[in-house]
Structures are given as C-alpha cells and as structure tokens.
T-cell receptor, first 115, second 113 residues
Framework: KAGVTQTPRYLIKTRGQQVTLSCSPISGHRSVSWYQQTPGQGLQFLFEYFSETQRNKGNFPGRFSGRQFSNSRSEMNVSTLELGDSALYLC??????????????FGEGSRLTVL | SQQGEEDPQALSIQEGENATMNCSYKTSINNLQWYRQNSGRGLVHLILIRSNEREKHSGRLRVTLDTSKKSSSLLITASRAADTASYFCATDATQGGSEKLVFGKGTKLTVNP
C-alpha cells in the first residue's frame, strides 16, 4: 500500500508569490491534516479535512488555505509569501478523524524556501 | 502555546545504552502519542497510550503515562545508531474551540556507535 505522497518535495519561491502544495493520502484514508514545521516553532497545526470539509483550523493567517477533493487528495495554498513561511510542510492522513484512531501517517513533506 | 514539551531538548548516548525522554503537557488528554522523525523526513508513529493506561510496551520501546503529573516518558532500551532521530510527543487538545493533535518541540537523540 502506497504511503502518503506529497508534491513537490522541494521548492523555492520569492516574497509575494503564492504556492500550492499537494498531498495524496493513503488509499482509503479520509482525513488529511497539515502541519508547518520550523526550527523555532516546531510543528504547528494548520488544518484538518475530513470528507472534503475543513473540521479544524490552527492559528494561521488567512493567507493559508486548503481544500480536500472527493478522492481525499488535499491541497494547501499560501498566498503573498513571506520569508517566515519558509518551512517543512507536512501532510498526514488517517482512516477516520484522528481522534477515533489516534495514529497519523505522515508524508515526507514539502520543503518551501522563500527568498 | 505548546501542549507538550519534551525534555531534554537533546540527548547523546553510546550504542547499547538506554535513552529516556520526557514529555509534559498542560491540559487533560484522551491519549498521548510518540512519533519519531529522521532528519528532514516525515514523522513515524511509534506508540499511543490512552489516558486510562499507565504503561505500554512495543519492542524496545516503553512508554509510561502519569496523568496526575501530566507527564509521559519514552524509554528506548539497548539503543542503536539507527535510533538517531528526533522524538516528539503529541497530545490531543482543544484550543480555541478547535480540536487538534498538538506536538511538542521534540528531543533530538544521537546514538554514537
């Protein structure tokens, strides 16, 4: 069974641009969560989607958005990039809403560098 | 603010020794999980312990949970160089009306051959 796939793995953008990151969950998983990881702040929760609905949202500005498609694939978008958005963006999937299963399965991440 | 905080931030040991990492959290939880992350990679789930459990084992891993002290520990016995990684605890939390799985900042473990 294929794991969680995130694309692209690495990307470089400049301030003011926007970026779209993609996540394909494990087949059959309906919940997708996104996290931002930086050396200073650690892992910060961005949002969680379940069956195309955003269930939970972290404390990030509106420049960060996401969506989930009917096949459970998810995308997140960051508009008007700032230097501080440089981070490893991690996607995680679970069969059910995470509180019902507990375990998250993570992808390898998309490393975004903003210049 | 972080729900879970690991201690120590970094730990360096020799192969064969045991490694103990601690996690403290602030609010009541339903369960606590430990994850491992190799440098720059994704996280891998290690073990989940529920709030009504006190101890759990998985291979060379032993996790304890003390809900009265709001703390957990992860013990890796007979460590190997391949155990070198960062280890994170994660707890369920309700913050601002939103439920989420909140991670600590991790303990960076180095196992020297």
């Amino acid at each position: 069974k294929a794991g969680v796939t995130q694309t692209p793995r690495y990307l470089i953008k400049t301030r003011g641009q926007q970026v779209t990151l993609s996540c394909s969950p494990i087949s059959g998983h309906r919940s997708v969560s996104w996290y931002q990881q930086t050396p200073g702040q650690g892992l910060q929760f961005l949002f969680e989607y379940f069956s195309e609905t955003q269930r939970n949202k972290g404390n990030f500005p509106g420049r960060f958005s996401g969506r989930q498609f009917s096949n459970s694939r998810s995308e997140m978008n960051v508009s008007t990039l700032e230097l501080g958005d440089s981070a490893l963006y991690l996607c995680a999937s679970s069969l059910l809403q995470w509180e019902n299963t507990g375990e998250l399965f993570f992808g390898e991440g998309s490393r975004l560098t903003v210049l | 603010s972080q729900q879970g905080e690991e201690d120590p931030q970094a730990l360096s040991i020799q192969e064969g020794e045991n490694a103990t990492m601690n996690c403290s959290y602030k609010t009541s939880i339903n369960n606590l999980q430990w994850y491992r992350q190799n440098s720059g990679r994704g996280l891998v789930h290690l073990i989940l312990i529920r709030s009504n459990e006190r101890e759990k084992h998985s291979g060379r891993l032993r996790v304890t949970l003390d809900t009265s002290k709001k703390s957990s520990s992860l013990l890796i016995t007979a460590s190997r160089a391949a155990d070198t990684a960062s280890y994170f605890c994660a707890t369920d939390a309700t913050q601002g009306g939103s439920e989420k799985l909140v991670f600590g900042k991790g303990t960076k473990l180095t196992v020297n051959p």
